[in-house]
């Protein structure tokens, strides 16, 4: 892989969960809620469909 | 007694990413973990937290309320775009990957909050590509299947 920014790489930084403390800023612990998303599908491209395989040609009887 | 609520509809945020120009085809990678963005599957978090790897009892799904832990996203648009302007200024321009910019589905357990969300699943929904070239967004196209354009 390319080297990346040393600013911008988490690996290098060492970012961690809970005690990083560091995170992207969306707002303080107090302003958040969880909430539940189930959707009836996953929003994830279907999967390509499987190469049409031609029939074998069967061979005529004489 | 209180509920957690529930929605069917996926929430879509704002993320960035860096683009890694591999052999195999573009990969998207997170900004802070350089985490890979697999192709045509869904992005789950996990809590690195050391402690939780050492301390099993320690550990929990993430996100959750009150931690750091989820894949992370932002509610507006300008918000992502002037952190994509701040974190690629950031480095040296000699070895600056490309940088995807765009929307994100999210679902599963969420967190929501003022300025964006931490959700446990994700999966890119549409991209705007900088400092890329045609290729590069065809091989987004393909591999995952989402909208691409170069800025």
């Given at each position: 892989m390319s080297k990346l920014p040393a600013r911008v790489d988490g690996l290098r930084s060492g970012r961690t969960c809970?005690?990083?403390?560091?995170?992207?800023?969306?707002?303080?612990?107090?302003t958040e809620r969880e909430i539940e998303v189930l959707p009836v599908e996953e929003p994830l491209p279907a999967p390509a469909p499987a190469p049409v395989e031609e029939p074998a040609e069967q061979p005529i009887p004489a | 007694m209180s509920r957690t609520p529930t929605s069917i509809e996926p929430v879509l945020g704002w993320r960035i990413w860096h683009v890694d120009p591999t052999p195999g085809g573009p990969r998207l990678r997170s900004w802070a973990h350089s985490t890979e963005w697999p192709a045509g599957q869904k992005v789950e978090a996990h809590c690195r937290s050391i402690l939780g790897l050492a301390l099993p009892a320690w550990s929990h799904a993430a996100p959750r309320k009150g931690h750091a832990c989820g894949v992370y996203a932002l509610r507006d648009r300008a918000a992502a775009e002037t952190m994509l302007h701040e974190l690629g200024e950031a480095g040296p321009a000699f070895n600056r990957l490309p940088a995807a910019l765009g929307r994100v589905s999210l679902w599963g357990r969420v967190v929501e909050n003022v300025a964006g969300w931490r959700a446990q699943f994700a999966y890119p929904y549409d991209l705007v590509l900088f400092g890329a070239d045609d290729e590069i967004a065809a091989g987004l196209r393909r591999d995952y299947a989402v909208d691409v354009a170069l800025a």
């Open positions: 809970t005690s990083m403390g560091r995170g992207l800023d969306i707002g303080k612990p107090d | -």
